[in-house]
């Protein structure tokens, strides 16, 4: 199938509005042809720029004006696989307004609001990560505790699997940003789905939410107190669990990341396991930072991290958007992690620092942080 | 090698084995097909602590179902005797060291493998080196099958499930609870907990009746078992011979699950599976059967075949 492109656009935008209205008729947009993305607006506007967050091209790429119609092209090489989150930013009268590509029926959300989305050639919706009707859910359950190191009440939500049995003993995840995993990476219904392929054991979820995400989660102890000496014995008392290390994982993204890596660093031998995707894994080797005051904490607890290691946790799965500014970060962590003896997973996607880039890399994740069932079993 | 069934003593016992059942179930129509009208008994133990977790089954059938409880009376023995636990522990850590050595193996020759059949097509200066790797990789699988038989021999050998008190006396409380089945129905899960209960409870051997065996029920049942998952997350997971079978059957490998497990349309990786196995390999869907009474394979249907140029055919008794 010929795609049109940018030319044609042009020429038929000489011709008038219907004439590109029949052209790109029925075709998805952006159009999408091997790793030459064409982004395309129609309106009233004295600038269209598109905004997006690929950490390594400029932050402001600006459409095309099509002669002197209202359509606006841009033709942009990205690399096959990829998946790019975008916005139109619209300049009109010397206003600003940030838009939804209209034309584009894919949006990814998250705790902002949402973005466009282009898939480049190559990249598919994982099929694992879509909600099945013949696929038995788990439930999800919610209790309060109190925190003395967090001075509040916490609300925690649990994730039991559809082969839980209060009999048996789960194996233990905990995730930070627990109902952003839930709404933004579908990852009930990834567990639901690994679960019931038998490629995860049935999990038991502990789903976490801050109330002040960059101080809890950078690298505070007092979170980790909370997971560590508060949190884990209250799970054991509610849920059969495993109480040992080799049973116990804990993950989560960004902000979530160093919350974890950090609480495994403060209480060694609690979690064999870790799940860290995108961490904000700031460091210097000299000088000070340059990502902002709410880095101060994260950037410490790193320099200290990376000076003495220890063994936090036995298995580490790691992944990272090459898109992200993070990543040169995260592949320095690797190396560091190796050389300590712990077991690491490291991925890259051509993705950037977002939900969906972290709903993708799951189900590798889980499945490689704890073995698979699958192999022996045949239903 | 022709298909034949081998299971001694019974000539004129009926077996009868089928793909995946839990989705849509024809357990039904086949006891209807053997005029079978009264309860059946059902072996689950590769579904572990669910092995009563068998409503479906129930719901399907008209026919009383009498679940054996192969699995949970044997946690009752092992209580009671648990030298016989610490004894299968001791075997299983046996088998993970052989194992690792095994799969260590198999990365080897599976990639010469797959380096060569990429190469066939074009060229037939392949041929011998093909010939000579595929040699070697089932010289592989039966050097591990053959350690592995003598590690599982040798713990019968100390356990000795004919005279042991304890084991006679839980093999005989299932006997018991079989009394009344006009049939027997296996049913798949955890295939080696399958195998390892059956053995110790010898029931197939001491409740003589028509079989149903469906899924890693069915894979059971055959001459050697081996594991599969093309879509493996993780790569490096190569399809491997596990250990001998009930040998109710031979001449044949079965394949169930294979929508979910097998790159069917990768010939590369078919030819790399029909290659190394001895037997006919089948695909075994869930609309699959095939039928023997005693040596004598009756009737095949819904059966693919996979040939050792990776393609699917029909399959032909």
Redo the contacts between chains.
């Keep these: 199938m010929m795609l049109p492109n940018q030319e044609q656009i042009v020429a038929a935008a000489a011709v008038g509005d219907e004439a590109v209205a029949e052209l790109l008729d029925g075709y998805p947009l952006p159009l999408v042809d091997g790793d030459i993305a064409t982004f395309v607006y129609h309106g009233a506007a004295d600038e269209v720029v598109l905004r997006h967050w690929v950490f390594g091209l400029p932050s402001e790429l600006h459409l095309q004006r099509a002669g002197d119609s209202q359509w606006w092209t841009l033709p942009l090489e990205l690399p096959l696989k990829s998946r790019v989150e975008y916005k139109f930013a619209v300049r009109k009268g010397g206003h600003e307004q940030w838009i939804l590509d209209p034309r584009n029926p894919r949006v990814a959300h998250d705790p902002f609001g949402g973005n466009s989305v282009v898939h480049m050639t190559g990249y598919e919706e994982p099929d694992w990560s879509i909600p099945k009707t013949a696929i038995p859910r788990g439930s999800l359950e919610t209790f309060t505790m109190p925190s003395q190191a967090l001075d509040s009440l916490r609300e925690i939500r649990v994730y039991l699997p559809p082969r839980y049995r209060p009999n048996r003993r789960h194996r233990l995840l905990v995730m930070h940003d627990g109902d952003d995993y839930l709404k933004f990476s579908r990852l009930a219904t990834v567990l639901d789905n690994l679960t019931t392929l038998w490629e995860i054991p049935p999990l038991v979820v502990v789903l976490l939410n801050p109330h002040d995400r960059l101080r809890e989660y950078g690298a505070d102890p007092r979170h980790a107190k909370f997971v560590v000496e508060e949190l884990l014995p209250e799970i054991q008392r509610r849920y059969p669990v495993i109480s040992e290390p080799a049973g116990r994982c804990l993950g989560g993204a960004s902000f979530g990341a160093v919350a974890s890596l950090a609480t495994a660093w403060y209480y060694p031998q609690v979690f064999d396991m870790l799940l860290l995707q995108s961490g904000s894994f700031a460091f210097t080797d000299i000088g000070h930072h340059t990502r902002g005051p709410v880095f101060d904490p994260v950037v410490k607890f790193m320099n200290q991290f990376r000076d003495a290691i220890g063994q936090p946790a036995k298995r580490i799965y790691l992944s990272c958007g090459v898109y992200e500014s993070l990543i040169y970060e995260n592949r320095s962590l690797v190396p560091l992690l190796q050389g300590a003896g712990i077991q690491v997973k490291f991925e890259e996607a051509r993705d950037g620092h977002n939900w969906e880039n972290w709903r993708d890399r799951l189900r590798s994740g889980l499945t490689w942080l704890f073995p698979v069932p699958r192999w022996f079993y045949y239903e | 090698m022709a298909a034949r069934a081998t299971r001694s003593g019974d000539d004129r016992q009926r077996l009868l084995l089928l793909g995946?059942q839990?989705?849509q179930p024809r357990l039904q129509s086949c006891l209807d097909r053997w005029q079978i009208t009264g309860p059946v008994g059902l072996i689950s133990p590769?579904w572990e602590?669910?092995e009563d977790d068998d409503h479906w089954v129930r719901e399907s059938l008209r026919n009383p179902v009498v679940n054996a409880m192969l699995y949970g009376l044997a946690d009752e023995l092992f209580a009671r005797d648990p030298e016989v636990l610490a004894l299968l522990r001791e075997r299983q850590d046996r088998l993970r060291e052989l194992r690792d050595i095994y799969q260590f193996q198999l990365h080897h020759w599976c990639a010469v493998l797959r380096g060569l059949l990429a190469r066939r097509e074009t060229q037939q200066i392949v041929a011998q080196p093909l010939k000579l790797a595929f040699s070697q990789l089932r010289e592989v699988d039966r050097q591990y099958l053959t350690a592995v038989t003598d590690v599982i021999r040798e713990f019968d050998r100390r356990i000795a499930p004919k005279h042991r008190p304890s084991i006679v006396a839980y093999q005989r409380i299932i006997c018991q609870r079989l009394e009344s089945c006009q049939a027997l129905l296996v049913a798949?899960?955890?295939?080696?907990?399958l195998l390892n209960r059956l053995r110790i409870s010898r029931v197939l051997n001491h409740v003589r009746l028509p079989i149903i065996a469906w899924?890693?029920g069915a894979?059971a049942l055959g001459n050697k078992i081996i594991?599969y998952?093309h879509f493996?997350?993780?790569a490096g997971?190569e399809t491997e011979f596990s250990r001998q079978g009930m040998k109710f059957f031979r001449g044949l490998q079965l394949f169930?699950?294979a929508q979910?497990r097998l790159d069917l349309h990768n010939p590369i990786e078919m030819a790399l599976v029909a290659g190394r196995v001895p037997d006919r390999p089948l695909i075994l869907d869930s609309e699959s059967e095939i039928e023997w009474s005693g040596k004598r394979l009756v009737h095949a249907q819904g059966i693919h075949e996979i040939g050792t140029d990776g393609l699917l055919r029909e399959f032909k008794p």
Excluded: A, T
């Excluded at chain 2, 798949?188 to 907990?193: A, L, M, N, Q, T």
């Design positions: 995946e839990i989705q590769g602590e669910d798949g899960g955890h295939v080696g907990v899924s890693g894979m594991f998952d493996h997350p993780h997971q169930p699950n979910q």
